[in-house]
């Protein structure tokens, strides 16, 4: 992988590179694509990205900070969308499940946005102690358990809206 395609990835197309915080301009940017995926091919496509993109994102992690000090730079945000678009699985195989459009649950976007948001900032348990690793895989293994976590929060959330008040 060269250098600028790295970085192209790396950056999710150069998000990374806005400013102010550009984690969450990453998280952004994952939105509609993760919209698109699920209209394309449901859950499965949503799925089978997430893993494409988080094995490239190890590769183009590495390649992008090789030879920097910092592991983590903040324009690195191919981890953020890896963990947005998981914290987006319940609702996708929710939307697909109900057979609505996936925009009709919004709620459960922004529950999924916030949370992820939340514990990819806080590095609460296992989130941080990924991010201690000081490599490419801690780099994205960080935002996978912060996807996972943000993702069990929308379905507690989903639970208690749909099963104890209806």
């Known amino acids: 992988m060269t250098p600028s395609t790295a970085k192209l990835i790396a950056t999710f197309f150069y998000a ?3 400013r102010p915080a550009p984690g969450t301009w990453g998280s952004l940017a994952a939105l ?7 209209l394309i091919g449901g859950p499965i496509a949503l799925t089978g ?6 094995l ?5 992690t590495e390649v992008y900070t090789a ?6 730079p903040s324009e690195v945000v191919i981890d953020e969308v890896v963990g947005m678009w998981i914290a987006l699985f319940p609702v996708s195989f929710g939307a697909r499940m109900m057979g609505v459009d996936i925009l009709a649950l919004y709620p459960g976007w922004i529950v999924a946005f916030l949370t992820f ?3 990819d900032i806080t590095k609460w348990g296992p989130i941080g102690t990924a991010d201690r690793r000081g490599d490419a895989t801690g780099v ?3 935002d996978v358990w912060a996807g ?4 069990i929060v929308v379905v507690v959330t989903a639970y208690a809206a749909h099963g104890l008040m209806a």
Do not use: C
């Open 16 to 18: 990374g590179l806005m």
């Open 32 to 38: 509609p694509v993760a919209w698109l995926l699920h």
């Open 49 to 54: 990205a997430t893993i494409a993109a988080y």
């Open 56 to 60: 490239i994102g190890v590769k183009a």
């Open 67 to 72: 030879g920097k000090t910092d592991h983590d």
């Open 117 to 119: 948001r939340l514990f």
């Open 140 to 142: 994205m293994m960080d």
């Open 148 to 151: 996972v976590a943000a993702a």
